[in-house]
């Protein structure tokens, strides 16, 4: 028994130093937060509010990237958006969400399953189709209103992106909440980007929200 116990006591405290470690340098857990019904109504389909994802730090983000950066307006603060230029590049997004970098759209590739976010002004339920779009040869998924109906309402923007910095658009694009609201970020603060869903807000039983890869 007691060497049992030891080994329970030694196990215990390896595992706790290898996760301490791994939140260190390598990942580290972070839930979609509920009580923030703008950041969460523009990161869905791809996210939705009370998800706990792995955010990696390892290795820099790339572009396509759903990348955690410092708020340029209160660096205390923090942004979560899809990295979709950096600097140099010319970066044009319509009021309806399409964007171009340097003068090129990013294609559609193939429509997605429509679902229903909240409209973070009014409160109401909106109904939205789904689409993969494909950034520099990846894809993630992009929330619009239902077809037929008035279109994103975001803000219009053409700009150059100013050097250090890089732009962010929301995967949620009726929706947006990016560099178009707050500016471009410091790209040196793009440190960690989300790559794994651990659950959704329903808990381990949610078998369609479990153990799956975030594009």
Known sequence: MRQLGRFIVWTTLIVGVLVGLLRATTLRWWQVPERDPVLTASLSPTLRVGDWVL????TEPKVGDLVLCADP???SRQVLGRLYAEEGEQVRVSAAGEVFINGKAAPTERGCSPFREQDPSTKLTVEQT???????GRSHPRGNRMTGEEQGTGIA???QVPPGQAFLVSDNRHFPYDSREYG???RATC???????LWGAGGYGD???RFSYVH
């Open 184 to 186: 471009t970020v410091t």
């Open 55 to 58: 955010l990696w730090r390892l």
């Open 207 to 209: 078998t369609s929200r």
């Open 157 to 159: 923007q053409d700009r």
């Open 73 to 75: 307006q209160a660096p």
């Open 130 to 136: 789904c689409s993969e779009v494909v950034l520099r």
């Open 191 to 197: 440190q960690e980007f989300v790559f794994f869903r």
